[in-house]
């Protein structure tokens, strides 16, 4: 079993990621910057991680490289020269046996890797294996109890707050500092059902952020997530108004961007939205501005979906499959 190369695995990236963060903490108090290595499929240039993992550090006496993706799960293709370079460190790792250097602390990646892979198929049988797999059950709930340990709450609370919200840790962690955060604000030591109702998010809701955070930059994701709000059994209607109001904001606010109002507050003030939310979302007013044209198209396909439904030229049962219509007509 090699000691310094794991694969992290799984998909409660929530856990994974804190994980990783504790690792990489460590690393930075003990060895300082120079330290860390860090490497995705956005900068996956191999000859940059060999030379992290097999150089000696000028400034360091420990290394530890982080290559998030690897191995690719069964959906990621990449372009050819990066599956030549790709295939030919597999080959050298596995021909070394995957023995690197005392020195460096190599981690593979990914949460869902394609199993049938050389590189998934090496590491499992010989790096040290860390799989994160979901909680269920009474592991949620003390989760929840954890993250809520100053307040008072009992198992039916939290059994009701689960039900709404589902059982990903980075959206139960979300929700819970926001009860936490409201709770304090108005000094209630107890967290009840109606606090729940009004401050917590149904999944749906927060599919929907999610889908509009990927929709013009990751389109194979932002159907994904469409897809997942379906079997939701999300309320067709009340969906395209979230999408009719999110496109509307960004259109307005482009607008006003565009004609010099480039503060987050007066936007605010002049579309008469919460300060807070407008400020994170015009935080990301460049990729809109490189989507204006598609933002325009999905507005105006949004509104020809809508007016075909109800003058009855669609079924209803055809408003998502024109909603992913849309999103794959828009321009890379």
């Not at 191999?46 to 400034?59: T, V």
């Not at 959906?75 to 005392?102: C, H, M, R, Y």
């Not at 990301?284 to 007016?307: H, P, R, S």
Request: hydrophobic fraction near 45%.
């Amino acid at each position: 079993m090699l000691q310094n190369v794991y694969l992290f695995t799984g998909q409660e990236t929530y856990l994974l990621d804190k994980e990783l963060q504790r690792w990489r903490e460590w690393f930075l108090v003990k060895f300082w910057s120079d330290s860390v290595f860090s490497f995705s499929l956005d900068n996956l240039d191999i000859s940059l991680i060999k030379q992290a993992i097999y150089s000696s550090g000028l400034f360091t006496t420990k290394k530890l490289i982080l290559i998030n993706g690897l191995p690719l799960d069964a959906t990621t293709k990449l372009g050819e020269d990066q599956n030549e370079s790709l295939a030919l460190f597999v080959e050298g790792l596995i021909k070394a046996e995957g023995k690197i250097p005392d020195d460096s602390l190599l981690v593979f990646i990914s949460s869902v890797p394609d199993k049938r892979l050389r590189l998934y198929k090496f590491l499992e049988k010989h790096a040290t294996l860390k799989e994160f797999n979901q909680l269920k059950g009474s592991d949620l709930e003390s989760f929840v109890t954890h993250e809520l340990h100053e307040f008072v709450i009992d198992h039916a609370t939290i059994q009701y707050f689960l039900m709404k919200v589902g059982s990903d840790l980075y959206r139960i962690w979300f929700e819970c500092d926001k009860l936490k955060t409201w709770a304090k604000i108005k000094q209630h030591p107890k967290i009840d059902e109606a606090m729940i109702d009004h401050i917590v998010f149904w999944q749906v809701e927060t599919d929907s952020f999610s889908l509009l955070k990927a929709l013009f930059t990751e389109k194979r994701k932002a159907i994904r997530i469409l897809q997942k709000i379906q079997e939701n059994w999300a309320d067709w209607n009340q969906f395209a108004g979230m999408l009719y109001r999110a496109m509307k904001f960004y259109l307005f606010m482009m607008d006003l961007d565009e004609n010099g109002v480039k503060d987050s507050k007066d936007i605010a003030s002049f579309l008469k939205m919460n300060p807070w939310q407008v400020k994170n979302e015009y935080a990301k007013i460049w990729i809109l501005k490189a989507n204006k044209k598609n933002i325009e198209m999905f507005y105006t396909g949004l509104i020809q979906l809508d007016a075909g439904i109800k003058s009855w030229k669609y079924p209803d049962t055809y408003f998502w499959l024109g909603i992913k219509n849309l999103i794959n007509e828009m321009s890379e």
